[in-house]
């Protein structure tokens, strides 16, 4: 590998190219008009312009960006995450055109990302999975059918989905009946395929993941990754290890994904997720992300392992063995708060603008991954997330008290952020008990709405 094209933009695209860099790889941005004097665009080595500012005349247009890498001379492509990074369809046109793509083979991508076919894997790896559908159902009489089978209340969930779209939880079969249809035609709109299936809901429910890294035939995990702290099912806070998790669960979910990579011969970095019954201790496989995440800093933190150096030398051909020779053990505790341009107190609202001046927390134990510059531009094109303030700590403990005051000296001009609200976070008590599951950070926000 000789030169990188990065696939991306914002804190992904600039944090790729340093890892690159670090490996002496040359390196390509593409950048839509709206990214012309984008960080990113200045780290790289070249920066090529694929379109128009919305995404889906630039970062999503695969012919552009194959061209760029034509002119460029580039060798190998790494997509990030988001945008085309867990297209199959990309994947194998990267392939096609002689690149090597910093990820999974297209058919691995295309398993994984059919969450039927995905649960099948799983299961034929030995690993637990939500009771509910097999597969796909026909229609809302086939749900209702299958939910009186699995027992209420169910999810709803679309067959390719992700991000929270397409989902619906219901508690009877006259609320089936009436999501059915709306979460039908959102997975429909959102991904091309409306197709549904169902799965207990756990209502006391964790979100945990494992992080893997594979080389077609030998795998590893890294440990796991807390991520039960959402909104609207997007993850706002992560850290690792997850607190409070019971150490035979904790085994058994690293020793799960592990078995799952080995099954569909899994290379690159990779993220299998789990819902874990905070009452029971079981854990059920939800998905695999074929991708690098937005939360791998705490994992790096707590290893000493980059990721992203490791995924570029892995797709160089270079063995599992050599780029992880051992699995580190775990190093204290790290916690990354998702600061996104949006305003807490008008229902987070997205906050696009121009940015003053900006104050960025740092500190030996401080890591901030951004494309935030001062006078820079928040687009109101993309995604709303603009810095990740990941801090560590010798125990989860100092990590909360170091984040204070992170979080504090994080200061931003110009468009409002949720840096303030992750300040409040840390004064509640079941946040630093580390009692909490999917559903407590909502009921938190509901509850500080009315008092406000």
């Known amino acids: ?70 002119e460029t001379g580039a060798d190998a492509v790494h997509p990030g995450y988001g945008f085309l990074s867990e297209r199959a369809s990309f994947a194998a046109a990267v392939a096609d055109a002689g690149l090597t793509f910093v990820g999974p083979d297209a058919a691995v991508i295309e398993r994984m ?14 690993v637990p999975t939500v009771p509910g559908t097999p597969g796909g159902v026909a ?29 619906r939880v219901v508690q009877d079969a006259d609320a089936l009946r009436a999501a059915f249809g709306q979460a039908s035609a959102e997975a429909e709109k959102a991904f091309g395929d409306g197709t549904m299936y169902l799965e207990r809901f756990v209502t006391r429910a964790r979100h945990v993941e494992v992080q893997v890294l594979g080389d077609g035939t030998a795998a590893e995990h890294l440990y796991e990754r807390e991520c039960s702290l959402q909104r609207r099912r997007q993850k706002l806070v992560e850290e690792a290890p997850a607190p409070t998790l019971a150490e035979d669960t904790r085994r058994g979910m690293t020793e799960a994904a592990v078995a799952l990579c080995r099954e569909v011969g899994y290379r690159s ?5 789990f819902l874990v019954d905070d009452e029971t201790g079981e854990f059920f496989f939800i998905e695999m992300n074929t991708r690098i995440q937005v939360e791998h800093p705490v994992t790096e933190l707590i290893t000493g392992v980059d990721l992203v150096a490791a995924q570029l030398r892995i797709a160089a051909g270079e063995p599992l063995s050599a780029v992880l020779p051992e699995v580190p053990a ?55 997330l603009v810095a990740k303030v990941v801090v560590w700590g ?19 001009s110009g468009v409002p952020t949720t840096a303030g609200l992750f300040g409040e976070l840390l004064d509640q008590d079941w946040f630093t008990a580390g009692r909490f599951h999917t559903g407590t950070l909502e009921r938190w926000l509901a509850e500080r709405e009315e008092s406000a």
């Open 1 to 70: 590998m000789r030169t990188l094209l990065v696939a991306n933009r914002g804190e992904i695209a600039v944090r790729v190219i340093r890892a690159a860099r670090d490996l002496g790889i040359r390196t390509v941005a593409v950048h839509s008009k709206a990214d012309a004097d984008a960080l990113h665009t200045r780290l790289a080595d070249v920066a090529v312009a694929i379109g128009p500012s919305p995404a889906s005349k630039s970062y999503l247009v695969a012919d552009a960006i194959l061209g760029a890498a034509k």
């Open 113 to 126: 990302g059919d969450k039927v076919a995905a649960r099948e894997v799983a299961r034929a790896a030995g």
């Open 139 to 167: 229609g809302v009489d086939e749900a209702l059918a299958a939910a009186d089978e699995v027992g209420y209340p169910v999810m709803l969930k679309a067959v390719a989905g992700g991000g929270g779209r397409g989902i």
């Open 269 to 273: 970095a990779g993220t299998v997720e």
């Open 330 to 384: 775990v190093r204290g505790h790290a916690v990354e708060f998702r600061v996104l341009a949006e305003d807490p107190a008008r229902d987070f609202l997205p906050s696009p603008g121009n940015v003053g001046r900006v104050v960025l927390p740092a500190g030996p134990w401080v890591r901030c991954d951004t494309w935030l510059e001062p006078e820079a531009a928040v687009p109101p094109f993309y995604d709303s």
């Open 394 to 412: 010798a125990d989860r403990e100092e990590a909360l008290r170091r984040s204070r005051r992170a979080l504090a000296e994080f200061s931003v």
